[in-house]
């Protein structure tokens, strides 16, 4: 798949990090730590402004393609590639932070073995 280079070399060294177990970063340990949660059953919902790619550019839930429409979700594709229910999403949200909470708490209670958190 065709990403940004700069994308590509984040996970090139998330890779590297994982695999020797020193210099894990915060980006790393948030998706290990979110892909543990499914991996034990839950689901991981994630909303807020610019979550997707994460505030400071540390997450890259949704990477997207540079050479056609679309994007690529690591964790999902890494934990449950063939699963047809998106056990992680990550949602960009705009700034109406009454209207997003109502909405998330009416998620989460709604669907009590999904992780629902909002980042502010």
Do not use: C
């Not at 020193?22 to 948030?30: A, L, Q, R, Y």
């Not at 689901?43 to 505030?55: I, K, M, N, P």
């Not at 590639?81 to 932070?97: G, M, T």
């Not at 009416?106 to 909002?118: I, K, S």
């Amino acid at each position: 798949m065709n990403f940004h280079r700069l994308v590509r070399k984040i996970f090139d060294t998330r890779y590297k990090t994982i695999e020797t177990g020193k210099g894990i970063d915060w980006g790393t340990s948030e998706a290990l730590a979110f892909a543990t949660l499914i991996q034990d059953g839950f689901h991981v919902r994630l909303s807020g402004q610019d979550v997707e790619r994460g505030t400071f550019s540390h997450r890259h839930a949704h990477v997207f393609h540079q050479d056609h429409d679309g994007y690529y979700n690591p964790i999902n594709e890494a934990v449950a590639p063939d699963s047809p229910v998106r056990k992680f999403i990550a949602s960009n949200s705009h700034l109406s932070e009454f209207a997003v909470m109502g909405f998330e708490l009416g998620y989460a209670q709604t669907h009590p073995n999904t992780l629902t958190l909002w980042e502010a």
